[in-house]
């Protein structure tokens, strides 16, 4: 089944494609023009976007109308937007594609945010590692600068909006959304203590709304084609097309752009199936920070928030992390509680010891020096981490540990007995090879 | 007013607190390690966490705003087990070296550990070591014990005003430090000591000398400063080990400058005083106390007798006490003279006859916050007021607009709206200036008095911008600093001054030179009033025949500096009282007498806003040493003085104060009775000395402490020019040059300071090296050597 995405089409080249000129002719900036053109209020399409039923693309799967009518209306001076392109999240690479592709589309969903919210400046934060994407979108934006589409009196229009390109060094926790504004700000890439929220005290201490990069993607064929148009591709509560980026053992991994609530044997058929025929194990569906679900379980699910959130786990960022029979579930554990010691900011008391704990408990367990009680260390620790911290990066440290231990708990006892691998060195050896197309 | 519920305690609260305020209402201890309530909240200890109903999780209490109908529970299972949960991650890399480390005993990670620790740890992997710092000679770093709290580096950027820590790297790597090969310098620094909730920031100087169980606290006040910080001093068979703030919301807050913290190394000092002396031929000889003081009451009568009584005089430190100086005059007009004054620094005393009372800030300390615009006249602000200065950086915040005009400025760490830079003699057209178009702005008269001299008034963009910002003001202050009372015409700025805040409708007021400058005035430690005589600069110009000097070292204290020693030295009879044997005094005295300093003796300080303080001694007199008060009232009795026959200082407390228990506050007046035209004085040509009295060399007690002499503040003179006066002149900065009046000369580094005025170079007073220049302001040259 292959499907046309509203967001990354099949068609869309790495050269050339992306540049201004291709974005018009596929209908690109016509949503901004018919806003300026007919004046369209504010509040028609913050509608649009409610009507739409989009949700966050970054991970918490927020409402995205909602946000944007949080934004104080009369508040007077300055409001920023700012797109979260810090894509740090393991297993996420979907906005790299966007940005890479359809740059525009971010930039005309932008634009058209800013309109809706009467921002004048906005700023994208792309994630350090993909320069050359940056480099990219600073093209773009000059583009649509010489199109009288960024800038002062956009169309003519009395709209003014100003974006820039601002990329990071690399942190993850600048991915979230308080720390990517501290960033901005030239400061420590730190978490806010919230409230206040961004839409009351945001960058330089305006009101300001932070979005994901395929949220605002999906703003320009909301306003072309209308809310319902966008809500009719997905299912109810769950409107539109999602991008997830398959990863792990399938043999095509690569970004899939679906509409949610398609089955997960789908997308997985669409990846190529898990590779060399091996039996699916285990299944990340949203982001390394989401609960791990058996295999069993993912088939049984259909690609969208409610239905992994009801299968116990997260859609989060669309991130599927795709793990055969020859996964060794406390390796792959310890590698991303690797990632989230490594990751924390250090700022409050729980994540900052709590992630070096769990760390080193389930490195431990993996080299066989692992403890009978080490299971219940990890559970404690992990509760006492969880809802405790200032930012999500603590749960995001602990959900993996609780549903790796939850779901495969038998490895890790084995692992503990024997001091050893449940699964066989050998197969694990053979399931890792790299794979050649 | 919200109603909430704490524990089952139903209360009254304001919107807009938090719930830990709101506990602190009830009494509910919250345990806590980042919070504090001077600093912004942080909420990463995360061990205020609490139980709130309808919240999914535990909340901090720091950081979450009450609500109406919220209740809270601080101690219920769930909050406990949060707390414990965070009190584990706490100690799992803390080093556990309680039985080694400062801290130990008043410690609050020790403290809290006791009820949320386990007794057993679950970590058993390898802990985290951190390399120390170092800070500076104040603070010394244990930074393994560290918790990340991060007061310290709240402290520093928000109250200090200027960042000089932080926090670096990331999770587990995360460390507080100060930026690469900088040390913290901020003359608050010793606060982070308090602030720090371990033992990660403790006292160099106090660094294993005692444990905090084994020290008596009692109170005591600053000696230093016009702010009189009130102190905890802590003391240990009989020595003073540490001084700790006593919290004051009215003076000091919560903290102490670095001097009122550190200068109490120079008690137990090897240059204190201990035995009476008296100089036999060139030899000095350790005496009785009674052969000593018989000896300075036998010569005071013989040279009274022989020369008459206005050939004595006595030259009295502000940082006396007002028993001391009151006692002092006394005895003085006692035997018949005038001669008395704590006014050494200052050269102009034309206003003297003219004086209303005793010259005050005009307005309490507290109320400092609620000022919306304040001018400051000739200070070094920061450094001459360091607490004073915090509270008007906190009040900027809040918008008020500092105006400045100084002839040099240092980084008061704070924003200036309005900076004028200009050289000393033509401050008072400046202030013309101000007065001038205040007047326009405000359709207030200016004073006839000044009507001749408005021609000389400066307008200009600077001076039109002060008064805009004075103008538009509701609470307004306009304060005199130390360097306008030590300016060469300081009756003109303190005149002009006077009639800018008349016509702004502004307070007006001095922020004062010392911790007695207010007290000397009203203790009548001056030339004028009951009966007159020499002032400071009169006695040091033509030599008296007997001195006495308390707690004066006149090349450091006076502003004659050794031109001031050259004129005692001639002196029949030099008698010194002091707590320290200077070198100089062992040539000029001819008597030394062992007084106590603060923490030895009884006495009382009135601060800049008249708050008069009394404190007790809080250990023994050193030796032979003894207090100020009852030597000078036993002198008294040995001359037969009448109104010495006191015996107990609440007796001299009261004489001092007129027959008042306390000030009396219709003597504190800033009025200058109107007499005569207004001249503005002239201006000079040459090249012009500012001298600022640099915070650690500004008294005998810290000019003694050996860490703070240590600190990047007590580094040596140096001639610093702006970049035309150093091309203008010839001399290159980072090379020596010799600076030179009439009277003397010094030899100092000449530096680039784009701070300071045309015309001008700035070089540091009270010091040795600049000592021999006989003057704090006036003409001077520079030359290449």
């Known amino acids: 089944m292959t499907v046309q995405g509203i967001i990354l089409s099949p068609d869309l080249d790495d050269d050339r494609t992306w540049r201004i000129g291709d974005y018009v002719k596929r209908g690109g900036y016509d949503a901004l023009k018919k806003i300026i053109a007919d004046k369209m209020p504010a509040d028609q399409i913050i509608g649009e976007v409610k009507k739409s039923a989009l949700r966050g693309r970054g991970g918490a799967g927020f409402p995205t109308g909602l946000k944007w009518s949080f934004m104080p209306r009369a508040f007077p001076g300055a409001k920023y937007l700012a797109c979260n392109s810090d894509e740090g999240e393991p297993g996420t690479f979907k906005d790299r594609d966007i940005l890479r592709y359809n740059p525009h589309t971010v930039i005309e969903g932008m634009i058209i945010a800013g309109y809706a919210m009467g921002c004048e400046r906005g700023y994208n934060y792309i994630h350090g590692e993909i320069f050359e994407v940056y480099e990219r979108f600073e093209e773009a934006l000059q583009e649509a600068r010489d199109a009288g589409l960024l ?22 926790i600048c991915g979230e959304e308080t720390a990517l504004l501290e960033s901005i700000e030239g400061k420590k890439g730190q978490p806010r203590f919230k409230p206040p929220f961004p839409a009351s005290f945001g960058l330089y201490g305006k009101p300001t709304t932070i979005n994901n990069t395929e949220t605002f993607a999906s703003i320009p064929f909301i306003i072309r084609e209308g809310g319902d148009a966008f809500l009719a591709l997905g299912k109810p509560n769950n409107g539109g097309t999602k991008l997830f980026s398959v990863s792990g053992h399938v043999n095509r991994p690569g970004n899939f752009e679906i509409p949610l609530g398609t089955p997960f044997s789908t997308l997985l058929e669409m990846a190529g199936g898990v590779r060399g025929g091996r039996k699916l194990k285990a299944v990340i569906p949203g982001g390394s920070s989401a609960p791990v679900l058996p295999g069993s379980v993912m088939m049984d699910c259909t690609m969208d928030y409610d239905s992994i959130s009801k299968a116990g786990s997260m859609l989060g960022s669309g991130a599927v992390i795709v793990m055969d029979e020859s996964t060794c579930m406390v390796k792959a554990l310890e590698r991303l509680s690797y990632f989230y010691f490594e990751e924390s900011c250090g700022q409050c008391t729980p994540c900052r010891e709590g992630t070096g704990w769990l760390y080193r408990v389930v490195h431990r367990i993996e080299n066989g020096l692992g403890r009978p009680d080490d299971l219940d260390l990890l559970n404690s620790v992990t509760t006492n981490i969880m809802g405790r911290t200032i930012c999500a990066l603590g749960d995001a440290a602990s959900m993996p540990v609780q549903s790796f231990v939850k779901h495969f708990g038998e490895e890790f006892a084995f692992h503990i007995e024997h001091k050893k691998c449940l699964v066989p060195k050998d197969v694990q050896h053979e399931g890792s090879k790299i794979y050649v197309a | 007013m919200l109603d909430i519920e704490i524990d089952g305690k139903q209360l009254q609260v304001s919107d807009g607190i938090t719930v830990m305020e709101a506990a602190n209402q009830v009494g509910a201890y919250v345990p806590h390690f980042c919070y504090h309530k001077k600093l912004s909240i942080a909420a990463n200890c995360r061990m205020c966490l609490v139980q709130v109903e309808k919240a999914p999780k535990p909340l901090p209490a720091c950081a979450t705003p009450v609500t109406n109908g919220m209740k809270v529970w601080t101690h219920s299972e769930q909050a406990v087990k949060a707390q414990k949960g965070v009190m584990e991650f706490l100690l799992i890399n803390h080093p556990l070296d309680c039985p080694i480390c400062d801290q130990g005993g008043e410690c609050q990670l020790q403290d809290l550990s006791v009820g949320y620790g386990g007794a057993q740890s679950r970590y058993q992997e390898e802990k985290r070591v951190v390399s120390n710092k170092d800070l500076g000679p104040l603070v010394s770093t244990d930074m393994t014990r560290c918790i990340n709290c991060t007061r310290c580096v709240r402290f520093t950027t928000e109250i200090a005003g200027l960042m000089e820590l932080g926090q670096a790297f990331r999770g587990e790597h995360a460390e507080i430090m100060p930026f690469v090969e900088k040390t913290v310098d901020t003359e608050l620094s010793g606060n982070i000591i ?28 600053s000696p230093h ?24 919301e009215e003076i000091n807050e919560c903290w102490l400058s670095d001097k009122d913290r550190f200068s109490y190394e120079a008690l137990n000092g090897a240059e204190r005083l201990t035995r009476p002396m008296v100089k036999q031929g060139n030899s000095w000889i350790e005496t009785e106390w009674s052969v000593a003081l018989e000896y300075v009451a036998n010569g005071l009568k013989s040279i009274v007798a022989e020369h008459g009584a206005d050939s004595i005089g006595a030259l009295a430190s502000p940082h006396a006490t007002s028993e001391e100086l009151y006692l002092t005059q006394s005895l003085i007009r006692g035997l018949g003279s005038g001669n008395v004054d704590f006014r050494l620094r200052q050269t102009d005393f034309s206003l003297d006859e003219r004086l209303t009372g005793a010259p005050w800030l005009g307005m309490s300390v507290a109320n400092i916050g609620t000022l919306d615009r304040v001018l400051i006249i000739g200070s070094f602000f920061r450094k001459d007021h360091p607490l004073i200065a915090q509270r008007v950086r906190q009040a900027v915040k809040k918008g008020m607009k500092v105006s400045a005009i100084n002839p040099a400025f240092d980084d008061w760490q704070l924003p200036i709206a309005n900076k004028l830079v200009v050289s000393p003699d033509q401050m008072s057209r400046r202030l013309l200036g101000i007065l001038k178009a205040l007047s326009d702005q405000k359709g207030v008269e200016v004073s006839s008095v000044f009507g001749e001299a408005l021609a000389d008034a400066v307008i200009d963009d600077g001076v039109l911008a002060v008064a805009g910002s004075l103008a ?26 006077h009639e800018i805040s008349r016509v702004s409708g502004a307070r007006f007021g001095f922020l004062g030179e010392a911790a007695n400058s207010v007290g000397g005035y009203l203790a009548g430690a001056v030339p004028f009033g009951k009966l007159k005589g020499k002032n400071a600069s009169e006695m040091l110009s033509t030599a008296l ?16 500096g050794f031109a001031a020693v050259e004129t005692i030295a001639k002196a029949d009879m030099v008698a010194v009282f002091s707590a320290f044997k200077s070198k100089a005094a062992l040539d000029y005295a001819d008597v030394l007498l062992p007084i106590s300093p603060f923490t030895e003796t009884a006495g009382t300080f009135v601060n800049c806003e008249g708050r008069a303080q009394s404190f007790y001694p809080v250990v023994k007199s050193l030796g032979d040493s003894r207090p100020g008060w009852k030597v000078i009232r036993v002198l008294g009795e040995m001359l037969g003085l009448a109104g010495f026959a006191l015996d107990s200082i609440e007796e001299v407390r009261k004489a001092s104060f007129g027959g008042q228990s306390s000030v009396d506050e219709s003597k504190l007046n800033n009025t200058v009775s109107r007499e005569g035209a207004f001249v503005s004085s002239v201006a000079t040509q040459g090249l012009q000395r500012v001298a600022d009295i640099p915070i650690y060399f500004c008294d005998p007690v810290v000019r003694r402490s050996s860490s703070l002499q240590a600190t990047k503040d007590a580094s040596e003179p140096v001639a610093r020019m702006n970049r035309r006066s150093l091309t203008q002149h010839g001399v290159e900065a980072g090379t020596r040059v010799r600076v030179s009046t009439g009277r003397g000369q010094a030899v100092v580094l000449a530096v680039e300071d784009e701070g300071v005025a045309d015309g001008c170079v700035r070089l540091a007073g009270a010091h040795l090296l600049t000592a021999h220049l006989g003057t704090l302001n006036g003409e001077v040259s520079v030359e290449r050597l």
Not at chain 1, 166 to 172: I, K
Request: with cysteine; aromatic share 10%.
């Open chain 1, 151 to 172: 800038g002062k009196n956009i169309l003519g229009s009395d709209f003014s909006f100003e974006l820039y390109a601002h990329h990071g060094y690399g942190a993850y």
């Open chain 2, 194 to 221: 308090d602030l720090c909730p371990v033992g990660a920031l403790t006292s160099k100087p106090f660094r294993f000398a005692a444990r905090a169980w084994e020290m008596s606290r009692r109170k005591s006040v």
């Open chain 2, 225 to 248: 400063d016009s702010l009189g910080s009130n102190l905890v001093v802590q003391v240990k068979h009989d020595t003073v080990k540490r001084v700790l703030p006593l919290e004051n």
């Open chain 2, 472 to 497: 538009s003001g509701r609470r307004v202050a306009v304060w005199l600093g130390n360097f306008a009372i030590q300016h060469g015409n300081a009756s003109d700025i303190h005149l002009l001054a």
């Open chain 2, 545 to 560: 025949k007997a001195y006495l000097l308390l707690n004066v070292e006149p090349e450091l204290d006076c502003a004659s």
